[in-house]
């Protein structure tokens, strides 16, 4: 079983920046594909980044792309997710999720296996 604990939401500005963290523990941390999801209300959850195990680049949403970076650390189990110029749209629960190494980028949440319990961010126009 590999737990999830995401921090770092908050209320922010528009045009601000956060940093949301995800901290994982139980399970070897670098065999998992790691990705952000997001819930705003009455909607669905929806794709917003993905990480393979190496770290490398990552892939995005085009309503996030050029302002998120997603980011990983294997030796500190952790995968984080820069937001930058935050939209009023951006407000939403983001959820950290973890899937099985794979060797291209997941996009569907069905396809993740384990998740954290959400964080909360607003952006405030």
């Known amino acids: 079983q590999l737990q999830l604990v995401e921090s770092g939401g908050g209320l922010v500005q528009a045009g601000g920046s956060l940093r949301l963290s995800c901290a994982a523990s139980g399970r070897t941390f670098s065999s998992y594909t790691m990705g952000w999801f997001r819930r705003a209300p009455g909607s669905e959850r929806e794709f917003v980044a993905a990480?393979?195990?190496?770290?490398?680049?990552?892939a995005y949403a085009d309503s996030v792309k050029g302002r998120f970076t997603i980011s990983r650390d294997n030796a500190k189990n952790t995968v984080d997710l820069q937001m930058n110029s935050l939209k009023p749209e951006d407000t939403a629960v983001y959820y950290c999720?973890?899937?099985?190494?794979?060797?291209?980028?997941?996009?569907?949440?069905?396809?993740?296996?384990?998740w954290g319990q959400g964080t909360q961010v607003t952006v405030s126009s």
């Open positions: 999720a973890a899937r099985p190494i794979s060797n291209y980028y997941v996009r569907v949440a069905g396809q993740y296996n384990y």
């Open positions: 990480i393979m195990w190496s770290g490398t680049n990552g």
